[in-house]
């Protein structure tokens, strides 16, 4: 038997909120080459990863002009211009979070973000606002997939592992979400997702 589900969580980049900085960089670069070969030898997954760790971006800008002064206008627009990275919130997604809101079942947020970018996107999309509870690692200094990150999502909501869904669009924090009892699936897009918690009893069909 299956323990029922009592409460979902869900990630924002990529689930919620359609996140890419090609959004942003091809206003910017020639085209998605470019853009590809800027992302993987300067504004690197693991010089980002910092900042969802919580170092600040002066500090984290300062740095990677220092290494790469002949980009500092693209460099500086990955903060300054971070909003355009987003495209707005994934409509299918938000629909489902609605639902699961309002049929009573508790709805929470674990995501990797900045502290600096979390405040600005939870003005600019208030869905971000309905959550019953978050947990942004910018703000705690704990990295998905770091087991106590999750721990301390159930810990602070009152949360049970395995009763509690997870939604990530990312597997290597999917599989960190499991490693800790959580019933977890990747997102793959709204109408898969539709069907994970149809089949777990959460939703109708």
């Known amino acids: 038997m299956t323990t029922p589900i009592k409460a979902v969580v869900f990630d924002v980049g990529g689930v919620l909120l359609d996140w890419s900085p090609y959004y942003l960089y091809r206003s910017l670069l020639p085209d998605d080459a470019a853009i590809e070969a800027f992302?993987?030898?300067?504004?690197?997954?693991?010089?980002?990863?910092?900042?969802?760790?919580?170092?600040?971006?002066?500090?984290?800008?300062?740095?990677?002009?220092?290494q790469h002064p002949q980009h500092e206008a693209l460099i500086r627009a990955y903060d300054e211009r971070w909003a355009e990275m987003v495209s707005g919130t994934i409509e299918d997604t938000v629909a489902i979070f609605r639902e699961l809101k309002a049929k009573g079942l508790p709805v929470y947020g674990l995501t990797n973000f900045s502290e600096a970018k979390w405040l600005i996107s939870v003005a600019e999309w208030?869905?971000?606002?309905?959550?019953?509870?978050?947990?942004?690692?910018?703000?705690?200094?704990?990295?998905?997939?770091?087991?106590?990150?999750?721990?301390?999502?159930?810990?602070?909501?009152?949360?049970?592992?395995?009763?509690?869904?997870?939604?990530?669009?990312?597997?290597?924090?999917?599989?960190?979400?499991?490693?800790?009892?959580?019933?977890?699936?990747?997102?793959?897009?709204a109408a898969t997702l539709r069907e994970q918690l149809v089949a777990r009893g959460v939703l109708g069909k």
Request: aromatic letters at 10%; charged letters at 25%; hydrophobic letters at 45%.
């Open 39 to 66: 992302l993987a030898e300067v504004t690197t997954h693991e010089w980002n990863y910092q900042q969802d760790a919580g170092r600040p971006w002066p500090e984290a800008i300062a740095e990677l002009i220092a």
């Open 126 to 189: 208030p869905i971000l606002q309905e959550f019953d509870g978050v947990v942004v690692s910018g703000v705690e200094r704990l990295v998905k997939p770091a087991p106590e990150i999750y721990e301390l999502l159930l810990d602070r909501f009152g949360l049970e592992a395995s009763s509690t869904f997870y939604i990530d669009d990312v597997m290597h924090n999917v599989e960190g979400a499991r490693a800790v009892g959580m019933e977890s699936e990747q997102f793959v897009g």
